[in-house]
């Protein structure tokens, strides 16, 4: 009360690390948690009892050094979140039964470096917003399955390019136009942690021909991919539902009769608990 600050705790925390430090009420009692990070690759958090912050909780070991954390409530349940990024992956903690646990994990580009959540599309759900330091940013939605409350729905982003051959018969190109791709599913395979799709992009493919009149022609192409997805919880014997969103789709000459096919999409999965109905 005679307007001087006055140091209220105090303590030396020998493995503490010098990356970050958050104070938020992380479990909604009303009082501020402390969260940092620690030089063993872990994150520890620190509650406040009798007018004494003590340790309350240390994360397990991860495999790269902790850049950064976010605190928000990401499903909408009404508890928070723990958001953790490292180097290339980003990892969920939440609360159940008074302890908190590892329920999301997921592997990011290379170079993360911050992360921060909050609400962007106004749909009553957060997103993980992560920058990296090549200078982009990424926007990753996880959401909680509430039919069974414990499996989460994976969503990522990726690229798939490959060069088709124009079929004979068909003039050659001078430039394309644009093109049309639809995904198809040939194995989905859930493992320990992680979903694996192996399927086949169709793309139909509109190009400007080589010709003095210049005519539009079009043919149809086909080639494999391969993607995965990282989701906490997966164990075989899970069935996976997938879906795909084409977002973007360029078209390349890269040589009379060759065409450069870049899509780029999300794809989505949800994980479906097995059960035996005798």
């Known amino acids: 009360n005679d307007g001087k600050r006055h140091e209220k705790w105090s303590s030396h925390i020998a493995d503490a690390g010098e990356t970050f430090?958050?104070?938020e009420d992380f479990d909604l009692d009303g009082k501020h948690e402390i969260v940092l990070d620690c030089t063993t690759s872990k994150i520890r958090v620190l509650r406040c009892v009798g007018g004494v912050y003590q340790s309350f909780w240390d994360s397990p070991k991860h495999s790269q050094d902790v850049k950064d954390v976010a605190i928000y409530d990401?499903?909408?349940?009404?508890?928070?979140?723990?958001?953790?990024?490292?180097?290339?992956?980003?990892?969920?903690?939440?609360?159940?039964?008074?302890?908190?646990?590892?329920?999301?994990?997921q592997t990011v580009p290379n170079g993360?470096?911050?992360?921060?959540?909050?609400?962007?599309?106004?749909?009553?759900y957060g997103e993980i917003v992560v920058g990296t330091i090549y200078g982009y940013i990424y926007v990753f939605e996880a959401r909680r399955d509430r039919h069974h409350g414990k499996l989460w729905l994976g969503k990522v982003q990726a690229i798939i390019q490959d060069t088709v051959t124009i079929?004979?018969?068909?003039?050659?190109?001078?430039?394309?136009?644009?093109?049309?791709?639809?995904?198809?599913?040939?194995?989905?395979?859930?493992?320990?942690?992680k979903v694996?799709?192996?399927?086949?992009?169709?793309?139909?493919?509109?190009?400007?021909?080589?010709?003095p009149?210049?005519?539009?022609?079009?043919?149809?192409?086909?080639?494999p991919f391969l993607e995965f997805i990282h989701l906490?919880?997966?164990?075989?014997?899970?069935?996976?539902?997938?879906?795909f969103n084409v977002e973007h789709i360029n078209v390349d000459v890269v040589s009379p009769r060759r065409i450069?096919?870049?899509?780029?999409?999300?794809?989505?999965?949800?994980l479906v608990p097995f059960c035996f109905d005798p």
């Open 21 to 23: 430090l958050r104070v």
């Open 74 to 105: 990401i499903d909408g349940d009404g508890q928070k979140e723990l958001i953790v990024v490292c180097l290339s992956n980003v990892y969920i903690y939440s609360w159940k039964t008074g302890k908190i646990i590892m329920e999301w994990q």
């Open 112 to 124: 993360a470096f911050c992360i921060t959540a909050g609400e962007l599309n106004q749909k009553g």
């Open 167 to 193: 079929p004979n018969g068909k003039p050659d190109a001078a430039r394309g136009v644009e093109a049309k791709a639809k995904f198809s599913i040939d194995e989905v395979k859930v493992i320990h942690d």
């Open 196 to 211: 694996i799709v192996d399927g086949e992009v169709a793309a139909k493919i509109l190009y400007v021909a080589a010709l």
């Open 213 to 223: 009149t210049q005519p539009v022609h079009f043919f149809e192409a086909r080639f």
């Open 232 to 243: 906490h919880g997966a164990t075989p014997g899970m069935q996976a539902l997938v879906y």
């Open 260 to 270: 450069k096919i870049t899509v780029l999409f999300e794809m989505i999965v949800k």
